[in-house]
């Protein structure tokens, strides 16, 4: 299962690893714990909370809500 949305930060990734994403607008939740490469990583561990991105996600295996992020754009909000 693949995704592609904008998402506001809610934990940003710092040394732990993961990232938390809350979706637009529904405002579901999502967790990432893998990177397609150390570029995705860097961008998202740049951001901060309430920071706005627009990702790519797919499903990481068959854990819950754990996603893995295949791209990373920040947003600028006006």
Sequence with gaps: ???TSTY???K?????????LRE?????TVHVVEYDGP?????LSE???????RVELRRAGRRGNAWRAES???VEVA
């Design 1 to 3: 299962m693949d995704r």
């Design 8 to 10: 506001t930060v809610v």
């Design 12 to 20: 940003p990734c710092k040394d732990h690893g993961t990232t938390t």
């Design 24 to 28: 637009h607008p529904r405002n579901g």
């Design 39 to 43: 570029e995705v990583e860097d961008v």
């Design 47 to 53: 951001l901060d909370t309430g920071s706005v991105v």
């Design 72 to 74: 990373a754009q920040p």
